[in-house]
Each structure stands twice: as C-alpha cells, then as structure tokens.
C-alpha cells in the first residue's frame, strides 16, 4: 500500500511530519511498516524509530525509577533504541504480534539485560532483596510499624544471621559515584558524597586543627626557656636524628651523658607545661 493509498483511506502520510504524540497507534504503524517492507526506503524506518522513541523512554525510566541514582538511564535508552531498530527490521506479523507487541518485548528484554550486565549483584541476591522489600511492605501494613530483623528474616525463611549476610552482600554489590550530589541539585551549594565521608585525617578536624596550633604555640614558649645545651641535644636528636653516640661524640660527652641530657629537657618540658603536658604528643 503505497502513500497516496493511505490519504485515501484517511491514514497518514509517512513521510509527513506527524503531530507529537507518545508513539503512534498500532494499526497506523502496521501500515508504515509494511510500506517500509515493500519499498525498503530507509526514511519509512527512520520514521518508525522516531515515533517508537517515547516507547523506549518510556520503559528505560520505568525500570531505572526501581534503581539507585547513580544508575545512568542513558544506557538503558541507547540499548533500547538499538533494540527497537532490531525490532523493526526482524518483525515478522505472521507470527500473530503486532509491530508495538514486538518491539515492545525486545525492547524490554533488551533493557532488563543491560540491567542485569550494570548489577554487581547476583540475580539470586536481588531476588532475595525483593523478598524482603515484599515482606517489609506487606508487615508495615499489618503492623504499623517497622518489623525488626528477626521478624523480616522469619518472614523470607531465613535465619538472623543468613539475614545479615545478605544485608553485606548487598552493601557490596550497591557502587556508586563518589561525586553524585546527594543535596539539593537546584541549591547553589550542592554536597557531592565524597564530601559527607568521615576523613581519618585529623588535621581535617577543625577542633582537632586548633588544639595542635595551641599545643605547638605552648611547646615553642617551653622549648625556648630551655638550656642551651638541652635545646642542642633535642635538635640533634629529632631534627637531625642523631644517635646518642653521635651527639655526645659531636659535643664532646659522653654517651650516658647525653642520655641524662635528654632525660632532664623531657622534665623541664613536662614541668613547664603544667596540666598541659599531654599536648607534648600533640605538637611533635
């Protein structure tokens, strides 16, 4: 059926720009595709893909509102876009289906394996996950409230142990961007998770930061009401990082001499700073 046949018979022109629509309608799509099969004329197919598009979007957003937001719904659409070109060209109507039955299956399979290929989850352990969401669910709305672990893990047949198990292997498998805003994407200041992870750098702590300066501004006023010779030796000690053999051969004395040296500064240092003596390991 060629196109001056299809305005006769009120349908549309293929090669036409068409209304905006969701997809268009299934007999309609029959129509061009079978007008795409007659001619092989590519724009006919361009055209199908183009109006089934909305389809593809519509079943990648569907499956990726189920999934963590740092899945990228791009790659869903891209597979099923690829799909749905697939779709048209392998569609066969003999086979009872129509043409938005067809691409519709593929284009849902298609993106349900591009799913499960991003998943670092066995299918077994996100099986088991939607086991607990059910009884979770299904508990709440009984209840009122909250189940506990054991109840959730008596409700999917699992023991409280085998229940954590599963908990851990789930936190595993679940990756995610450290730079995925997890603030308000509209506010000027937008917090990236990176910044909400609790950093084993104690100069990042701010009260922590101040008491060093404090303990370091203290030890400086100690250290320098010290005897010249005790400051020698805590220089060649741990700035120079002498030997006490090398000291005492370096001013002369003895090494057990320098050892007593060292033993009287570590006193005055401790006796100088009072019930601040503890910030010696703060500011060294």
Known sequence: MDAPQLRQRGGMDPLQPQPRQRWIASSSAQDLWYEYRHSGDERLRNRLVMSYAPLVKFIA?????????SCDVEDLVSCGLVE???????????????????????????????????????????????????????????????????????????????????????????????????????????????????????????????ISIDAKARFRAAFDRLPQRQRQVAVLLYVKELTLREIGELLGVSESRVCQIHSELR??????????????????
């Open 84 to 210: 749905l070109i697939a779709a048209i060209d392998r569609y066969d109507p003999e086979k009872g289906a129509t043409l938005e039955q067809y691409a519709w299956t593929r284009i849902h399979g298609a993106v349900l394996d591009q799913l499960r290929k991003l998943d670092w989850a066995p299918r077994p352990v996100r099986r088991t996950q939607r086991q607990i969401e059910v009884a979770q669910r299904e508990f709440g709305a009984v209840h009122r409230r909250r189940a506990s672990s054991d109840e959730i893990a008596d409700m999917v047949g699992l023991t409280a142990e085998e229940l954590r198990q599963h908990e851990q292997r789930l936190a595993t498998a679940d990756v995610m961007s450290l730079n995925e805003v997890v603030g308000r994407e509209e506010s000027d200041l937008n917090v990236e998770r990176i910044d909400t992870l609790l950093s084993s750098d104690h100069r990042a702590d701010p009260d922590r930061a101040a």
């Open 61 to 69: 957003y569907r499956k990726a509102a189920e999934l963590p937001a």
């Open 267 to 284: 006193r005055s240092l401790r006796s100088s700073l009072g019930d601040h003596a503890e910030l010696l390991s703060e500011a060294v």
